[in-house]
Nanobody
């Protein structure tokens, strides 16, 4: 069964950093485009960042450019989201998802496999 699992969420103070991980079970992540999305209470799910399959092309939401970095470690079958300079508006459940086409799409509807999410809380 194909599955992605997020980890690394938690409580962080404003201005702090977290690194989220997206690990795969049952398939190789380097065959897929991988996206990170987030959803805060009462809000729609929004795209955060995405990385393509082969070229490693990345895309970012304007709200996180310069603060977040998406990267791959194919040897560990893991995709990371490094989040720096966090602010309360970044608090949400963060999801990773895999796209079989391999592109770095920022549209949730293009993704085929989703994790259960990891909670990020930004508060002093």
């Amino acid at each position: 069964q194909l599955q992605v699992v997020e980890s690394g969420g938690g409580l962080v103070e404003p201005g702090g950093s977290l690194r989220l991980s997206c690990a795969a079970s049952g398939f190789s992540l380097d065959d897929y485009g991988i996206g990170w999305f987030r959803q805060a209470p009462g809000k729609e799910r929004e795209s955060v960042a995405a990385i393509s399959r082969s070229s490693g092309r990345t895309n970012y939401a304007d709200s996180v450019k310069g603060r977040f970095t998406i990267s791959r470690d194919n040897a560990k079958n893991t995709v990371y989201l490094q989040m720096n300079s966090l602010n309360p508006e970044d608090a949400a459940v963060y999801y990773c998802a895999a796209d079989v086409t391999g592109w770095s799409s920022m549209s949730p509807k293009n993704y085929d496999y989703w994790g259960q999410g990891t909670q990020v809380t930004v508060s002093s």
